[in-house]
Structure formats: C-alpha cells, structure tokens
T-cell receptor, first 113, second 112 residues
Framework: GENVEQHPSTLSVQEGDSAVIKCTYSDSASNYFPWYKQELGKRPQLIIDIRSNVGEKKDQRIAVTLNKTAKHFSLHITETQPEDSAVYFCAASPTDSWGKLQFGAGTQVVVTP | EPEVTQTPSHQVTQMGQEVILRCVPI?????FYWYRQILGQKVEFLVSFYNNEISEKSEIFDDQFSVERPDGSNFTLKIRSTKLEDSAMYFC??????????FGPGTRLLVL
C-alpha cells in the first residue's frame, strides 16, 4: 500500500519568511495529493490540492509542486504570518482507491513575529 | 457553507462497551469516510463507504468496527467492544466523486 513520508516534523520560521514542507510517496498509482492544515483541537482543513496531470498549483501565498518521476510533492508558504502556525499534513490517494487518503506524519509550523 | 457535523464531541466509555459515533455528511455528497487520529499522531484511514457498502477498509478496521447509513442523512461508526487503544479522535469526512474530502470536527473517544 501507499506510504507517505513527510519532512520536517517541526519548522520554525520568522514572520514574513517562506516555509517549505516536503513529502514523498511510494505508490506510483497515486494521483491526488491534498494538503491539510490542522489547528490544535480542530478538524483538518484542506488548503490546497494537486492532481497528477499538473506540476504546480498556486493559491495566493500557498503553492504546491509535484514531481511524479521522483514521487515527491512540496508545500510552499510565502510571506508567513502568525496565523499560519498549525500542523500541516500531506496526503496521497491512488486512482484505484480513491478516497483512501494516506497521510504523512505532519509538520508543526511555528511562525514567530 | 455546508459542513460535516459529528456527535458527540466527546465520549467517555468503559473498556468492553459499545459506542456509536454519528456523522451528518454534506448533503449532496455520496462518499463517506472515517479516519482516526491518536493524540499527537497522523490521521489514519479507517473506511470508505459508497452506495450503502464499504468501498475500502484499512487493517485497523477489524471485526469490532462497523459502519452504517441508517437513513438519508446520518453515517455512523460503531465500535462493538472498545479497547483502551481505541482512544483517539475520530473524524468523519465526505466528498463528491473523486473530489475533496471535507472533515467533520471530530469525536474524541476516551476508553477507560
């Protein structure tokens, strides 16, 4: 089955700097890669997702890149703000098991003013 | 904006007891999921459900677990005989066909 590795486990950044989180996946059949943000005690909330037919997607300060050959994808947050502080999870889902999201271990992002 | 809802928000039970966790998916979604998250750990897939049957299940989802859509709005997860290691946050999610999964607020289950 799919195995998703996520790095780093914690990331401290100064407000205004960029943050990058990287994930690798094992199943070449995976073709859907969402990123969720989870604040303490809250539900995971989708912030951006990408499908395998594109290499990059951007939404304001957030971007995701996908390298299918290398089987890795990354989340980029620019101009970080204190409200970006949260745990970020990457996930992957294969076509033949759509919906069976396999999550990475999460990255605790702390943005300091 | 429609949201997935879950009840109860917290559930404390004795080991060996049965619990039922309830979810109301987003109304036009047809695909439903349960995940769990042990404190401080990653979110783990339990089961997906479509057209009144299980589509996929993980190795965690053993015979102690069952899911049901008892009516047109609710989706339930039953744990037949709870164990200490079942203590976790349980999230329900729903989606359209091959679309984004939206998560509910979770039920925190504590087994004593």
């Amino acid at each position: 089955g799919e195995n998703v590795e996520q790095h780093p486990s914690t990331l401290s950044v100064q407000e205004g700097d960029s943050a990058v989180i990287k994930c690798t996946y094992s199943d070449s059949a995976s073709n859907y890669f969402p990123w969720y943000k989870q604040e303490l005690g809250k539900r995971p909330q989708l912030i951006i997702d990408i499908r395998s037919n594109v290499g990059e997607k951007k939404d304001q300060r957030i971007a995701v890149t996908l390298n299918k050959t290398a089987k890795h994808f990354s989340l980029h947050i620019t101009e970080t703000q204190p409200e970006d502080s949260a745990v970020y999870f990457c996930a992957a889902s294969p076509t033949d098991s759509w919906g069976k999201l396999q999550f990475g271990a999460g990255t605790q992002v702390v943005v300091t003013p | 904006e429609p949201e997935v809802t879950q009840t109860p928000s917290h559930q404390v039970t004795q080991m060996g007891q049965e619990v039922i966790l309830r979810c109301v998916p987003i109304s036009n979604h047809l695909y439903f999921y349960w995940y769990r998250q042990i404190l401080g750990q990653k979110v783990e897939f339990l089961v997906s459900f479509y057209n009144n049957e299980i589509s996929e299940k993980s190795e965690i989802f053993d015979d102690q677990f069952s899911v049901e859509r008892p009516d047109g709005s609710n989706f339930t997860l039953k744990i037949r005989s709870t164990k200490l290691e079942d203590s976790a946050m349980y999230f329900c999610a729903s989606s359209g066909y091959q679309e984004t999964q939206y998560f509910g607020p979770g039920t925190r289950l504590l087994v004593l």
